[in-house]
């Protein structure tokens, strides 16, 4: 692993639940101020995520967001981790990112997953049971419009026949897939360029995937979204901003995300969330050797991105750890990989 280069970046989702006071004009201007300072710190990528229909206004636009990000930024890559491909019109999403592509120098990566939210699934006039088939007919699609070849296909849910899709990308997105059920994970490893994880879910299922599929490990590409709190007290920090890591746990329970609602019971307070939920509290010291652990294990890994700051929570307030990550952590990390 001598010399192996892992990419290190910020997770973004654009929330700003009630009681926040802060305008999403001034919230976005501030993520993008945020994102071209953490470029010049040394982060290396930015991911968004998508939602729709959210009273928080959980990023509902990741395509345009990521465009004025490739402006305010030189080197990093740009992803989602994750767009939801069931919902998409997959010509548009391609041309889209096609677009982002050749608007960035081909830093625009595509990660999607296939959604699970009723509400979502209603109103874009899709069956939630039809995902596997809109996810694999869709990613059918998108290859094809990169490819500068016309689209064909005679599908379950698509029948395209001679499509000509234009301007092909000159260096084509990778298209990574994310999920946490095994069958999502998989589907990743057998079509994927990629997989896309939460919270570490679901590393050791896409090392098997693709064990079974005859590929070798090196074959595979992680890009994990990590949600470790990472500060020079965690606890205090956790307490500080328990309030916003609650939040954000109890609204993805809510939508499904973990298993049915009425199934899966939420949190009631912070710490419970923090101890039962995805998070990991550390310092410098223990972001150091887990973080560093993980990538020995998974050398598929090859991007870990942190939320940037959590609903609801001040862009300064994640500021403040973005810059002891840089600072603190991620020089070590890259130090330890270089000496591996």
């Excluded at 990741?62 to 989602?80: C, D, F, K, Q, Y």
């Excluded at 509400?119 to 059918?140: A, N």
Aim: hydrophobic share 40%; proline share 7%.
């Amino acid at each position: 692993m001598s010399g192996r280069q892992v990419n290190f970046g910020l997770w973004y989702d654009f929330r700003n639940p009630v009681p926040s006071t802060v305008g999403f004009q001034d919230l976005y201007r501030a993520s993008l101020d945020q994102i071209a300072w953490a470029e010049s710190l040394g982060f290396d990528s930015v991911w968004l995520t998508e939602h729709h229909f959210c009273e928080d206004g959980y990023t509902p636009s990741p395509l345009v967001i990521a465009a004025a990000i490739g402006e305010r930024t030189e080197r990093m890559r740009i992803g989602t981790n994750l767009m939801l491909l069931p919902l998409a019109d997959p010509v548009r999403l391609a041309e889209d990112s096609a677009t982002l592509s050749i608007l960035t120098g081909g830093r625009f990566d595509l990660g999607v997953g296939l959604g699970y939210r009723q509400l979502e699934f209603d109103y874009f006039g899709r069956q939630l049971r039809h995902r596997p088939s809109l996810m694999e007919e869709g990613i059918d699609i998108i290859r094809q419009c990169w490819s500068g070849e016309p689209v064909r296909i005679d599908g379950k849910r698509y029948r395209i026949e001679g499509l000509p899709v234009a301007p092909a990308p000159e260096q084509a997105p990778k298209l990574y897939m994310g999920g946490m059920a095994q069958p999502a994970v998989a589907r990743a490893a057998r079509l994927g360029d990629g997989f896309l994880s939460t919270g570490g879910i679901g590393h050791d299922l896409y090392a098997q995937a693709l064990a079974d599929l005859g590929k070798p490990r090196s074959a595979g590409a992680i890009c994990a979204g990590n949600w470790s709190i990472v500060a020079p007290d965690p606890e205090a920090e956790a307490a500080r901003i328990g309030e916003h890591v609650l939040y954000q746990t109890n609204q993805y329970i809510s939508w499904g995300a973990f298993g049915p609602p009425d199934q899966t019971p939420q949190f009631p307070d912070a710490a419970s969330a923090i101890e039962g939920g995805l998070y990991e509290l550390c310092d410098a010291d223990g972001a150091v050797a887990s973080l560093t652990a993980m990538l020995t294990d998974f050398p598929e890994i090859i991007d870990v991105h942190f939320w940037a700051q959590f609903p609801g929570e001040p862009v300064e307030s994640g500021s403040r750890r973005i810059e002891y990550l840089a600072g603190q952590v991620l020089p070590r990390v890259r130090s330890a990989l270089e000496s591996a």
